[in-house]
T-cell receptor, first 111, second 111 residues
Framework: GESVGLHLPTLSVQEGDNSIINCAYS??????FIWYKQESGKGPQFIIDIRSNMDKRQGQRVTVLLNKTVKHLSLQIAATQPGDSAVYFC??????????FGAGTRLFVKA | DGGITQSPKYLFRKEGQNVTLSCEQN?????MYWYRQDPGQGLRLIYYSQIVNDFQKGDIAEGYSVSREKKESFPLTVTSAQKNPTAFYLCASSIEGSEQFFGPGTRLTVL
């Protein structure tokens, strides 16, 4: 069935280092991908998105890479800060209303 | 300010009681969603609605009910048939094919 999964459920990085969070998806019909950040006790917040006609998109300190050949999505966070500590979810959408969320990766930033 | 709100933030229920969680949005979004999140877990879709007076079951609809009488509102009722209702409940809204905007969540505890 359709699924969005994450390779690493927990990631620990040193403050100032770059973080890479990975995600695999199985539905080749998905054409829109989103990364969300969820801080403890709060709702998820949109970070960055990418359409299937792109393979890279950059935001402020974040970059999303899409490899459609191997159905892989990654989120790169540059110069990771303590405030980046959260759970990160990838999500996929096939153009309609329903979005499939991955299991999430918890990012710990060590000072 | 445009946004999506949920109330209450914390809710306690006795076994056998029905409770209703509120979700309101003023983003003029057609679609609204309810998710359940258990500790250390991802998001599981309970119900979603693409338009007023219409809604569809998600992956874990048993023991829950919803209504969509107004575009702005999508209340979720947790019935006594839901055997393990203690969880964090998240409401979201979106336009078609775009990212979802999440509320702050309601934490429901069964006493």
């Amino acid at each position: 069935g359709e699924s969005v999964g994450l390779h690493l459920p927990t990631l620990s990085v040193q403050e100032g280092d770059n973080s890479i969070i990975n995600c695999a998806y199985s539905n080749s019909a998905s054409d829109y991908f989103i990364w969300y950040k969820q801080e403890s006790g709060k709702g998820p917040q949109f970070i960055i998105d990418i359409r299937s006609n792109m393979d890279k998109r950059q935001g402020q300190r974040v970059t999303v890479l899409l490899n459609k050949t191997v159905k892989h999505l990654s989120l790169q966070i540059a110069a990771t800060q303590p405030g980046d500590s959260a759970v990160y979810f990838c999500a996929e959408n096939t153009g309609g209303f329903k979005t499939i969320f991955g299991a999430g990766t918890r990012l710990f930033v060590k000072a | 300010d445009g946004g999506i709100t949920q109330s209450p933030k914390y809710l306690f229920r006795k076994e056998g009681q029905n409770v209703t969680l509120s979700c309101e949005q003023n983003l003029n979004h057609d679609a609204m969603y309810w998710y359940r999140q258990d500790p250390g877990q991802g998001l599981r879709l309970i119900y979603y609605s693409q338009i007023v007076n219409d809604f569809q079951k998600g992956d874990i609809a048993e023991g829950y009910s919803v209504s969509r009488e107004k575009k702005e509102s999508f209340p979720l009722t947790v019935t006594s048939a839901q055997k393990n209702p203690t969880a964090f409940y998240l409401c979201a809204s979106s336009i078609e094919g775009s990212e979802q905007f999440f509320g702050p969540g309601t934490r429901l505890t069964v006493l």
